[in-house]
T-cell receptor, first 116, second 116 residues
Framework: NAGVMQNPRHLVRRRGQEARLRCSPMKGHSHVYWYRQLPEEGLKFMVY????????ESGMPKERFSAEFPKEGPSILRIQQVVRGDSAAYFCASSPGEGVARYEQYFGPGTRLTVT | AQKITQTQPGMFVQEKEAVTLDCTYD???????LFWYKQPSSGEMIFLIY??????QNATEGRYSLNFQKARKSANLVISASQLGDSAMYFCAMRLTQGGSEKLVFGKGTKLTVNP
């Protein structure tokens, strides 16, 4: 069973460029969550998606950040016009959404974004 | 406010001994869940254990057990027979369900070092 897949694992962008982070949930999981981890901090919730729907984006900055989880393909977190403060580890998690383990969120390895 | 507090920035334990990592939480919700995750130096987030607020028995998974004291709002992680590979950051997290949304709120973490 493949776990949650994220790519790329490391991403370097210059200020003003766009960053695209991809997440493929575990097989059978239809719920995807994105979290951000700044150095020496815990993870902070950004957005919760189900297929083709954004359920909760209350943790997303209002500008430059967007997320999608299309019917086919991975979930994408997109950051436009990156700034140095966007440098962080971005984690994706997935859960089945039903069944005994419906609340268990399994995390991918993360994407480390560095903005130069 | 929904909040997780981990008061121990760092903990040390001798190999083969047991160690308790503290976690207290604050919520007015009746239904919630508590997680522990391990983050080794390689950076991935590894799910360890989950406890639902209505679960009467403390959760156990191998060498991990969760000491859930609902009245005190604490959910401490106990690791028995520590191993060198247990050295890592440990995060406590609370599952919040609000208006159809689900998210995890994380503490700042505890760095555990297992000494040989």
């Amino acid at each position: 069973n493949a776990g949650v897949m994220q790519n790329p694992r490391h991403l370097v962008r210059r200020r003003g460029q766009e960053a695209r982070l991809r997440c493929s949930p575990m097989k059978g999981h239809s719920h995807v969550y994105w979290y951000r981890q700044l150095p020496e901090e815990g993870l902070k919730f950004m957005v919760y998606l189900q297929k083709e729907n954004i359920i909760d984006e209350s943790g997303m900055p209002k500008e430059r950040f967007s997320a999608e989880f299309p019917k086919e393909g991975p979930s994408i977190l997109r950051i436009q016009q990156v700034v140095r403060g966007d440098s962080a580890a971005y984690f994706c998690a997935s859960s089945p959404g039903e069944g005994v383990a419906r609340y268990e969120q399994y995390f991918g390895p993360g994407t480390r974004l560095t903005v130069t | 406010a929904q909040k997780i507090t981990q008061t121990q920035p760092g903990m040390f334990v001798q190999e083969k001994e047991a160690v308790t990592l503290d976690c207290t939480y604050d919520t007015s919700d009746q239904s919630y869940g508590l997680f522990w995750y391990k983050q080794p130096s390689s950076g991935e987030m590894i799910f360890l254990i989950y406890q639902g607020s209505y679960d009467e028995q403390n959760a156990t998974e191998g060498r991990y057990s969760l000491n859930f004291q609902k009245a005190r709002k604490s959910a401490n992680l106990v690791i028995s027979a520590s191993q060198l590979g247990d050295s890592a950051m440990y995060f406590c997290a609370m599952r919040l369900t609000q208006g159809g949304s689900e998210k995890l709120v994380f503490g700042k973490g505890t760095k555990l070092t297992v000494n040989p």
